[in-house]
C-alpha cells in the first residue's frame, strides 16, 4: 500500500528556516518524480516544487531561490528545506506522488507551517 | 504560464442530481489534464486524469470529457459524499498549475 507520512511543520518566525519530511512507503521515491503542493488557509492548491527521477528539481516563481527539494534514498524521503519563510508561505504543504509525469495519484496527509512573529 | 478557470464557483445541487463542471483553459493543453475532489481537513484525490481516464478506485458515477481549452468534469448522481472541492489541474514544462476550484454544496 502507498503511503506518504509528512513530518517537520509548526510555528517559525518570518525569515526562519524549516525542514519537512515526506517519508514514503509501498513505492521507491527515487524511481518516480515527487512534488510538493501547498495551500494556504481557505484557498486553493499552489504547485511549489518537483523532484524528477533523474535529480532535476523545479520550483515555483513564489519559492525558487528560498525552498529546496531533495530526498535520500536509503530513507525513501523526500524533503523541502524552506529558507528566508515569509507569512505567505503559511499553508498546509502536502508531497505528492507525480503520475505520468503530470499528475498527483497519492497525497500525504499534509503538514501545517505557520509562519509568523 | 497556462492559467486555469473553473466555473461555476458554487454550486449547489440536491443528492440523486447531475452535478457538471467546467474548466477552461488560457492556451491548449491537449487531453493533459486532472480532476481532485478535496473534502475538508483532507488531503485530495486523483479522480480523472488525461482528461477522461478515472483513477484506481473511482466510481463510475465521475467522468471527465474535453480537449484542448475546454474541460468537463460529470457526476452523473450526486451521493452524500461528492459534495467537496473539485479542482482541475495540468502541467505544462515543469510547472503544474490548479485552478481556482468549485464547490459542489447540498442545495
Known amino acids: 500500500e502507498v503511503q506518504l507520512v509528512e513530518t517537520g511543520g509548526g510555528l517559525i518566525q518570518p525569515g526562519g528556516s524549516l525542514r519537512l519530511s515526506c517519508a514514503a512507503s509501498g513505492f521507491t521515491v527515487s524511481s518516480n518524480y515527487m512534488s510538493w503542493v501547498r495551500q494556504a488557509p481557505g484557498k486553493g492548491l499552489e504547485w511549489v516544487s518537483v523532484i524528477y527521477s533523474g535529480g532535476s528539481t523545479y520550483y515555483a516563481d513564489s519559492v525558487k531561490g528560498r525552498f529546496t527539494i531533495s530526498r535520500d534514498n536509503s530513507k525513501n524521503t523526500l524533503y523541502l528545506q524552506m529558507n528566508s519563510l515569509r507569512a505567505e508561505d503559511t499553508a498546509v504543504y502536502y508531497c505528492a506522488r507525480v503520475l505520468a509525469a503530470r499528475y498527483f495519484d497519492y497525497w500525504g496527509q499534509g503538514t501545517l507551517v505557520t509562519v509568523s512573529s | 504560464e497556462i492559467v486555469l478557470t473553473q466555473s461555476p464557483a458554487t454550486l449547489s445541487l440536491s443528492p440523486g442530481e447531475r452535478a457538471t463542471l467546467s474548466c477552461r483553459a488560457s492556451?491548449?493543453?491537449?487531453?493533459?489534464l486532472a480532476w481532485y475532489q478535496q473534502k475538508p481537513g483532507q488531503a485530495p484525490r486523483l479522480l480523472i486524469y488525461?482528461?477522461?481516464n478515472r483513477a484506481t478506485g473511482i466510481p463510475a458515477r465521475f467522468s471527465g470529457s474535453g480537449s484542448g481549452t475546454d474541460f468537463t468534469l460529470t457526476i452523473s448522481s450526486l451521493e452524500p459524499e461528492d459534495f467537496a472541492v473539485y479542482y482541475c489541474q495540468q502541467r505544462s514544462n515543469w510547472r503544474g498549475t490548479f485552478g481556482p476550484g468549485t464547490k459542489v454544496d447540498i442545495k
Open positions: 488525461d482528461a477522461s
Open positions: 492556451q491548449s493543453v491537449s487531453s493533459y
